[in-house]
Structures are given as C-alpha cells and as structure tokens.
C-alpha cells in the first residue's frame, strides 16, 4: 500500500550513459515533483507537473527530461549522465497544486544515482 | 526568493531529553511543512502547518505566521528521532522551498 513509489532504488552507471527513473503514485493526487539532494543533504525542485502538464522547470540542464503518461506515473530521464548528476533524487505527490492545505506534499523512498 | 533558516544546524541529546528546532522564512507563506529525514534516507511528513499549533504524540509544532517563524518541538527524545529534520515554505509560484535542516542525533 506504498503511496509514493520509486524504482530503482539505487542506480550506479558510468558517465556519458542515459537513464531513468520511475515514479507512481496511488494518492490519487493531480500534481507531481521531481527534488534533487546534494551531498550537503540540501534539496531542491526541479520539475513539477499538474495534470500531466509541466508547470515547474527549475532550470534544470535539458538533458533531465520528465515524462507523465497519466496523472499516476512521472518519470525522469536524464541523457549523457555527469558526475554532478550524482544526487538522491525524490519523487513527490500533492492533491492539487496550491498554496493551501492540498499541497501538502509526500515523497517517495529516493533514487540514489551514482556517475562513475 | 524567499529564504528559509533554519536553527541549529546540529544538535546532540541524550535519550529523553526535550529540544526545540527553529524555522524562520522571510516572506509570508500560506503552506508549511515539517519533515524528518530518517537515517535511510526516507523523508516523512510530520506537520503541515502554516499558522497555529498542532500536536502528534511527542512531537509537536507552532507557527507564528505574523513572525515569520516556525517551531518543532520534540518531547522525552528517543533514538529513533534522530535524523535530518527539515522545513520547508511554498513560494508565490507553488515551488517549495526547503530549509538546509537541523541534523539530530539522539544518544542511548
């Protein structure tokens, strides 16, 4: 009964290769997020989206590419992998997106992405 | 953008023993949420609360939304609170902005 899931959870590859990460959630929430936490534990959005449509692009490089196929899923793909890219990267639901109490938001367990 | 601090950066307690994390944000907010960061790695919600008091168990949280501060309160600390704690405000444009955390350690 995971509310917020995320696969894999840990993801070791070399520089230069391209991967993803899954996300799902079974909140039944409109809006999704993508954070990312540094090695200073610091986190930080990158994306969200509301009804499979992008809102929030935080300047992240164009080679991190979300992709919702339903309101369910988000997921991030990220192509020629850096060492920077190096993070814990959190998916993340809310019921709607707002300033008020339905936005209160739930995360998942973490991908851990190492760039050898 | 607003800016949210967070105090103090490190605290060490020995088991049952009470303590008091600040947030202070410089803008005023309508969401705010307490997380706590356990040791593998899962961020779980503890509080959402942009004004007021509210109370679960032995932690409990105030918002003074006036002063632009927040506060977590944890009671008898156990080892199992230990852990990143952080804050973190809504922006005018939806994006929540996380604090750099107050990382806990709870001694037996």
């Known amino acids: 009964d995971t509310a917020v899931s995320q696969t894999p959870k840990y993801l070791v590859t070399q520089m230069g290769n391209d991967k993803s990460i899954k996300c799902e959630q079974n909140?039944?929430?409109?809006?999704m997020y993508w954070y990312k936490q540094d090695s200073k534990k610091f986190l930080k959005i990158m994306f969200s989206?509301?009804?499979?449509?992008?809102?929030i692009n935080e300047t992240v490089p164009n080679r991190f590419s979300p992709k919702s196929p339903d309101k369910a899923h988000l997921n991030l793909h990220i192509n020629s992998l850096e060492l920077g890219d190096s993070a814990v990267y959190f998916c993340?639901?809310?019921?709607?997106?707002?300033?008020?109490?339905?936005?209160?938001?739930?995360f998942g367990p973490g991908t851990r992405l190492t760039v050898l | 953008g607003i800016q949210v601090e967070q105090s103090p950066p490190d605290l060490i307690l020995q088991e049952g023993a009470n303590s008091t994390l600040r947030c202070n944000f410089s803008d005023s907010v309508n969401n705010l949420q307490w997380f706590h960061q356990n040791p593998w790695g899962q961020l779980i919600n503890l509080f959402y609360i942009p004004s007021g008091t509210k109370q679960n168990g032995r932690l409990s949280a105030t918002t003074v939304a006036t002063e632009r501060y927040s506060l977590l309160y944890i009671s008898s600390s156990q080892t199992t609170d230990s852990g990143v704690y952080f804050c973190a405000v809504m922006d005018s444009s939806y994006k929540l902005i996380f604090g750099s955390g107050t990382r806990l350690l709870v001694r037996p």
């Open positions: 909140l039944g929430h409109d809006t």
């Open positions: 993340a639901s809310s019921q709607v997106l707002s300033g008020g109490p339905y936005n209160e938001q739930f």
């Open positions: 989206y509301n009804n499979k449509e992008l809102i």
